[in-house]
C-alpha cells in the first residue's frame, strides 16, 4: 500500500503563485513514477504533470505548460507541483498519484489507468 498526502492548496488571486506538496509512504518511492491530476467542478479528473521515477524526464498538459513545475525529491520521498500565473480556470481540486509498475528510469504517465494511488486531493481556488 501507498498513502499521499498533499498540502498547500488554498484562495489565491489570479496571477499569483501556490505550491502544492506531496508526501509519500508506504513502498520505495524512487522506484516509481508520480503525477497530479486536477478535477473541477462537474468535469472529470484530468492530467495535469508527471515525472519519471528519476525526475529526469517530465511532461504537462498544454494549459499548464510554461506556468507549472512538477518536482520530485526522492530522499524526501515527496513530490511537489509549482503553480505561477494562476488563472480562474486552474480552480480545481488537486490530486497527487503513484504510478501502477515501476517503469524506466525516463518514463512518466498521462492516463489515470497507469496510476494505482492517490492523495485525496487538496483545493485550489484562484480568483479573477
Known amino acids: 500500500q501507498v498513502q499521499l498526502v498533499e498540502s498547500g492548496g488554498g484562495l489565491v488571486q489570479a496571477g499569483g503563485s501556490l505550491r502544492l506538496s506531496c508526501a509519500a509512504s508506504g513502498r520505495t518511492f524512487s522506484n516509481y513514477a508520480m503525477g497530479w491530476f486536477h478535477q473541477a467542478p462537474g468535469k472529470e479528473r484530468e492530467f495535469v504533470a508527471g515525472i519519471s521515477r528519476s525526475g529526469g524526464s517530465t511532461g504537462y498538459e498544454d494549459s499548464v505548460q510554461g506556468r507549472f513545475i512538477i518536482s520530485r525529491d526522492n530522499a524526501k520521498n515527496a513530490v511537489y507541483l509549482q503553480m505561477n500565473s494562476l488563472k480562474p480556470g486552474d480552480t480545481a481540486v488537486y490530486y497527487c498519484?503513484?504510478?501502477?509498475?515501476?517503469?524506466?528510469?525516463?518514463?512518466?504517465?498521462?492516463?489515470?489507468?497507469?496510476?494505482?494511488?492517490w492523495g485525496q486531493g487538496t483545493q485550489v481556488t484562484v480568483s479573477s
Open positions: 498519484a503513484a504510478a501502477r509498475a515501476i517503469a524506466s528510469s525516463s518514463y512518466y504517465y498521462t492516463r489515470q489507468y497507469d496510476y494505482a494511488y
